[in-house]
């Protein structure tokens, strides 16, 4: 049995804790000159909606150099992140038993509360059965693996293992989800917070480390008036959706105390994309029934197997 260092720091210090990961996460981005962005001060009055044309000299995020960079900055964070985790426990071991700690004990102690612990396979499979809808209508369009309109080549190969599929399906969601997750939940849980706090507030921290496109928004729009309208209102749809996938991903990881959950939710989330029925439906407008039906017992089998299938035994975060 794991020691429970539960109530061992103030609320304050899990504050700024869950601030200094945050901060060391985004900000690895802009430390590095190769990660980081740069503009022209042009200027260009766009219809909203509309992006400009990429100068030679400019450096943008979908870049593969500055894609390569930041890869290489976010995993670096996450590391040295997981190794500060170790640290923190180290020192609330020591605190609470009053005896040394070697740092391989810590070690071992910390995988269990940055949920390095297998979680059984059953709830890896909640999130699709909330995507049924988005699922059928793949399968309609023949895009499902192994279907006549499924490519290896271009749906795993160039899909997952291009430097923005390595990005986004790859890289992103393990790191993501270590320190939004793993590192800050601990933090919280180590203040003795309640469940639901936890599940509802911190992931606000998620959501409000994606702020930080809104300035990459703005210049690549144009820097003007509809630019400033378009980066406003990008920021707060992705800042909501963000914060609202953060309360399901902190819930998988509290309910199951591991961090694979969340990875593979957070890696299935980005492949399948947001749900569109209405586009789906103006595909195959004689399965519309049928894609409505999918997505009401997606939504439904959601609801019944969230809490049942991601119970896990002698899980610390959720007894």
């Not at 049995?1 to 504050?15: E, R």
């Not at 300035?215 to 400033?228: I, K, M, P, Q």
């Amino acid at each position: 049995m794991v020691l429970d260092l539960a109530n061992s720091i103030s609320t304050l210090v899990a504050h700024k804790l869950a601030a200094i990961y945050a901060c060391s996460y985004v900000g690895s981005i802009y430390v590095s000159k190769g990660a980081r962005l740069s503009f022209s001060d042009s200027r260009a009055n766009l219809d909203f909606g509309y992006a400009r044309p990429k100068e030679l000299h400019e450096r943008w995020r979908d870049d593969p150099d500055v894609i390569r960079a930041r890869l290489v900055s976010v995993s670096t964070v996450t590391i040295l992140c997981c190794l500060w985790a170790t640290a923190i426990v180290r020192g609330l071991i020591e605190v609470r038993n009053k005896t040394q700690t070697d740092f391989s004990t810590a070690l071992v102690v910390t995988r269990t509360y940055l949920g390095i612990t297998s979680p059984g396979i059953l709830p890896l499979f909640v999130t699709p059965v909330l995507y049924l809808g988005p699922l059928y209508a793949c399968f309609l369009g023949q895009t499902l693996p192994l279907q006549r309109n499924w490519s290896f080549q271009e749906d795993v190969l160039s899909f997952f293992f291009s430097i923005t599929g390595v990005r986004n399906f790859l890289v992103a969601p393990i790191t993501e989800e270590i320190v939004f997750r793993a590192c800050v939940l601990s933090a919280y849980y180590f203040a003795g917070a309640y469940r639901s706090r936890m599940i509802f507030l911190s992931p606000m921290v998620f959501g409000a480390a994606h702020v930080h496109h809104a300035w990459e928004t703005y210049n690549r729009y144009g820097c003007s008036r509809a630019a400033l309208k378009r980066a406003a209102i990008g920021t707060a749809i992705q800042f909501t959706y963000t914060t609202i996938f953060g309360f399901y991903c902190s819930y998988l990881f509290l309910r199951t105390g591991s961090i694979f959950p969340p990875i593979v939710a957070h890696v299935f989330c980005n492949v399948m994309g947001v749900p569109q029925p209405g586009y789906e439906i103006s595909q195959r407008p004689d399965r519309k029934l049928a894609i409505i039906l999918a997505y009401f017992v997606g939504i439904i089998g959601f609801m019944s197997v969230l809490e049942k299938w991601t119970h896990t035994e002698g899980n610390l975060y959720w007894p």
